[in-house]
């Protein structure tokens, strides 16, 4: 399909990742900074004029208006603000239902720690050791009413935990 040439648009360096928010709110990192976006009719659009900077580094993940990074950093997106960063780094999943931030660790010897946290206090609310992991893990995600899952390039490890309060507790 031709575009008209009426049509306008716009570049945003966008080096780490995106992660998507409410409302149709687009979260854009780089260079430890966010830039929030929202898509119109007339194309994307930032919302602030300035970037939002602060100290963290690794891959964006969102779930409403809580982001947090691989490094371990939690940003409320709603404040603008850093809210905690967490003693490990890891593959991280936040779950604004469950109160909590789910962070999926290397503890070598083929052994993966997963840690949950609760978004009021940050502190640890527990882990799990999940054992017999091969090669590098990948994106951690939620499923069903307790569950959890990672996948190595060869392998699918399918959790039920006590860590993911079921709905209501």
Request: charge should be positive; include cysteine.
């Amino acid at each position: 399909r031709r575009c008209s040439s009426a049509t306008r648009t716009r570049r945003y360096s966008i080096s780490t990742g995106i992660a998507t928010g409410p409302a149709g709110r687009i979260y854009s990192y780089y260079s430890s900074a966010i830039k929030l976006l929202t898509i119109t009719p007339q194309g994307v659009v930032a919302l602030e004029p300035n970037d939002w900077k602060f100290s963290g580094s690794g891959t964006l993940r969102a779930d409403g208006t809580l982001l947090t990074l691989t490094n371990g950093t939690v940003l409320d997106a709603q404040a603008g603000k850093t809210m905690a960063t967490l003693p490990y780094a890891g593959i991280v999943r936040p779950d604004v239902d469950a109160k909590r931030i789910y962070l999926l660790s290397d503890q070598g010897g083929g052994i993966r720690r997963l840690r949950a946290y609760d978004t009021e206090r940050y502190s640890e609310a527990g882990y799990l050791d999940v054992t017999g992991v091969s090669g590098s893990t990948a994106r951690l995600i939620r499923w069903g009413e307790s569950g959890l899952a990672f996948r190595t390039a060869t392998q699918v490890f399918i959790l039920n935990s006590t860590l993911v309060p079921l709905a209501g507790t």
